[in-house]
Nanobody
Framework: QVQLVESGGGLVQAGGSLNLSCAAS????????VGWFRQAPGKEREFVAA????????DYTDSVKGRFTISRDNAKNTVYLQMDSLKPEDTAVYYC??????????????????WGQGTQVTVSS
């Protein structure tokens, strides 16, 4: 079993950057794929980015491509989401999620078994 804790959220002006972290406890973190999702007020939770166990495969939702970078350090049991050129529409609670092994449905919330509590990201215009 894996427990996930997000950190790094905050308030930033448009055009600024934040680096979110998702720290995992438990064994064999390198066998877990990880996704980032976000939920804006009044909207459904949506997929942002995902990374496979070794980090060899990565994907992003179109709206963040070229601005966000997902990465992982398995030695530190941590997945990162570097967010650059932030826009007000990026304002949301950001969640990391984990699952054992690969799933072709990595963009779906139902593909993940473990979730963090979320971290708030607010981008002012």
């Amino acid at each position: 079993q894996v427990q996930l804790v997000e950190s790094g959220g905050g308030l930033v002006q448009a055009g600024g950057s934040l680096n979110l972290s998702c720290a995992a406890s438990g064994r064999a973190f390198s066998t877990y794929a990880v996704g980032w999702f976000r939920q804006a007020p009044g909207k459904e939770r949506e997929f942002v980015a995902a990374i496979t166990m070794s980090g060899s495969s990565i994907d992003y939702t179109d709206s963040v491509k070229g601005r966000f970078t997902i990465s992982r350090d398995n030695a530190k049991n941590t997945v990162y989401l570097q967010m650059d050129s932030l826009k007000p529409e990026d304002t949301a609670v950001y969640y990391c999620a984990g699952r054992y092994g690969y799933s072709s449905s990595y963009y779906r919330q139902t593909a993940y078994n473990y979730w963090g509590q979320g971290t708030q990201v607010t981008v002012s215009s």
